[in-house]
């Protein structure tokens, strides 16, 4: 999966953002040691000390946790790790909701679009 940094938010969140999809797609698996610091900022193209910020973020919520001289794994909660898939996929129908609102749909009508796109890929 390839590393999309924009320069419109903070680095940092966005690396959280990609770091959470690579683990909530199963990229990377529960109890995988993730590459260091460096060689994720190295792929990514960014700063190291921008990639240890995401990195300790993604410890404070549980996502990833570290082990002193092992390096940094994710988590093996797999509860966890499906809720967190949850949130991102309320997140992505939130802003799809507010996308299609600003293009003049109300509620029903992104409902409807929705189901005959669905029945479409049947």
């Known amino acids: 999966m390839e590393w999309i940094i924009d320069s419109d938010r903070p680095v940092y969140k966005q690396l959280i ?5 690579r683990i909530v797609s199963g990229l990377f698996l529960p109890g995988e040691r993730l590459p260091s610091v460096r060689e994720m900022a190295s792929e990514a193209a960014v700063n190291p000390n921008t990639m240890q ?5 993604l410890e404070r919520t549980g996502l990833v946790y570290a082990q002193r001289t092992s390096g940094r794994f994710i988590t093996e909660d797999k509860k966890m790790i499906k809720e967190a898939k949850r949130e991102l996929a309320m997140k992505e129908i939130a802003d799809f909701f507010e996308k299609m609102k600003r293009l003049g749909f ?17």
Request: proline share 0%; net charge negative.
């Open 17 to 21: 953002e990609q770091i959470e999809l």
């Open 53 to 57: 910020k995401a990195l300790s973020e």
């Open 106 to 122: 109300n509620k029903q009508e992104i409902i409807e679009l929705v189901a005959k796109l669905e029945k479409e890929e049947r």
